[in-house]
């Protein structure tokens, strides 16, 4: 009696039968040992680099550096280029909350810039304010020029609200530079820094900025893993899904403009600081494209990204200061380079939502449960 399943001699097995045989020991595990559970492979250099950026101890060793560096270095020249390169990373930062996290492209970010700076300079050189006393009104100023900007222009999209701030961005600059009250075209001078306390007066703006820069880049992360965080995400993804899943898509978005017209009104605080002296031409359009290239360089949505970003667009031109007139042609050609082989950005931001921390305890294994 012939069985059912035996094959004929003379039937050869088809290409799929003989491919799974071929394979069939190296994908199929040896009786008992479990099947699933592949040995874990070696760390490659990919998941080590990105370990070491997702440790909470690397910001913490980078702040230290960061405030350390007059002890190490205090030169005038280094200080000057170290709190320029600050400012811009609070820049970038706040601009990333925009862009990066919520999705909304702004192309005016430069007059929350001129704002802040505006606001602390007036206040300091006609009314004799001291500098840290004018960052609560700044913010004041900063939150009502969002509100006024934001709120009518937050329902356009994509290409019609980049018009929109754009046009924003030179209103204000051009408003600088016609009310004699700001200057007018000579701008405002002789802005106080933030005191002496015994030190020189740069070193002391560079602490100030290191100190706030650093406070602004940990309430960014934060920020941005937060339930708030999240719901910009997803606005950012799909802004229809997001609103038929209940998120109030128009708060949303304005929450994250107001947020980055704060981060802007600080650093214009530190800006003018810095500068002493502040004019129209300090804010206009090359600031907004050089700041969102920052954001887009390191990778949107990406806090550690934004900041290496910063510091490569702020410090780059610096440099390649011994290429004379040749310096921002190769430091063009360098980031169409970058954004050829890197278009998603240096360091950009990991997909899906962060790991939670599993409760400790005791684990059952399979062994064990069987």
Known sequence: MNDET???????????????????????ALAGKGVGSPKPSRATLSSVVSGALGS????????????ALPFVNSTTYLIQIATGALIFVMLAVGLNIVVGFCGLLDLGYAAFFAIGAY????????????????????????????IFIGGPTLRLRSDYLAIVTLGFGEIIRITANNIDFTGGPNGLYGI?????????????????????????VLFSSRLGRGRLGRAWRFVREDEDAAEAMGIHTYKVKFAAYIAGAVFGGI???????????????????LWSALILMAVVLGGMGSTPGVVLGA?????????????????YLIFGLLLIVVMIFRPQGLLPARTGEPKRCERRGPTTTQEGAS
């Open 311 to 327: 510091l490569i667009i702020s410090l780059l031109p610096e440099l390649l200061r011994g290429a004379e007139n040749w310096r």
């Open 192 to 216: 106080p820094g933030f005191g002496d306390f015994g030190l020189r007066s740069d070193i002391v703006v560079y602490w100030v900025s290191a100190v706030v820069v650093c406070a602004a």
């Open 56 to 67: 909470k101890w690397l910001g913490l060793v980078l702040a230290v550096l960061t405030v």
């Open 6 to 28: 035996t094959l004929n001699p003379a039937e050869e097995p088809s290409a799929y039968v003989r491919a799974v045989e071929e394979r069939a020991p190296a994908n199929v």
């Open 119 to 146: 606001t602390s300079g007036v206040l300091a050189t006609k009314f004799g304010w001291p500098m840290i006393a004018t960052i609560p009104v700044v913010v004041v100023v900063a939150v009502l020029g969002g």
């Open 267 to 285: 650093a214009g605080v530190l800006f003018a600081a810095q500068q002493t002296a502040i004019s129209p031409p300090s804010f206009n359009f």
